[in-house]
Each structure stands twice: as C-alpha cells, then as structure tokens.
C-alpha cells in the first residue's frame, strides 16, 4: 500500500504560509480589540474624574458667592480656578484622544 501525501478533508490551496498570516490577523485583531477595550476604560476613568473634579469647582464657586471674608474669597478662588482647570485639561485629553472622527469634537 502506498501512502498519499494529500490528506482527505484537507484544503489543499491553503500552504503554512496562508496559516501563518491567517494567525498574524487573528493577533492583529485581537490586539485592535484590546486597545480599544483599554483605551475605553480610560476615557471612562477621565471623564469620570473630570466630572468630580467640575463638581468640586461648582461647589468652590457656590460657597465663593455666600463668603464675605476677603481670605476665604482668596482660598476658594483659587481652590475653583484649580479645580476647574484640572477639568478642562482632563476634558481636553479626552477630546485629543477620540480624535476628529468622533463628531464632538470643535
């Protein structure tokens, strides 16, 4: 009995070589998918934080209006001004990070 090389049920247009970028797609793909499954965890995370921080100079600004002392105005001025700056930047990293093809962007 003599062996055949072409084994039964085998695709014989497809060489090691077509598995092999097959393979190399799959990484690929599964990478894509990876990055994007992070980089969505991250921008959650800065949006979260930068709506804390809004929060916190909302409040800064509200107590500014009640105070009289010039001292407390002074400290929850620039407790308002930092807290909102830190928003702005955050916010401001988010929009570089979702890039022109997300429409919210200026």
């Excluded at 049920?9 to 497809?14: R, T």
Aim: proline share 3%; hydrophobic share 35%; no cysteine.
């Amino acid at each position: 009995m003599a062996r055949t090389s072409k084994r039964e049920g085998s695709d014989p247009a497809m060489t090691p070589k077509d598995l092999g970028a097959v393979v190399a797609d799959d990484h690929a793909d599964a990478l894509r998918q990876e990055s994007e499954k992070i980089a969505g965890k991250i921008n959650e995370a800065y949006g979260k934080l930068a709506s804390k921080l809004r929060g916190k100079a909302d409040k800064a600004r509200s107590a500014l209006e009640t105070k009289k002392g010039e001292r407390k105005r002074a400290l929850l001025r620039r407790r308002f001004e930092l807290y909102a700056d830190a928003a702005n930047e955050l916010e401001m990293r988010m929009a570089d990070r979702r890039g022109p093809e997300d429409g919210n962007s200026d």
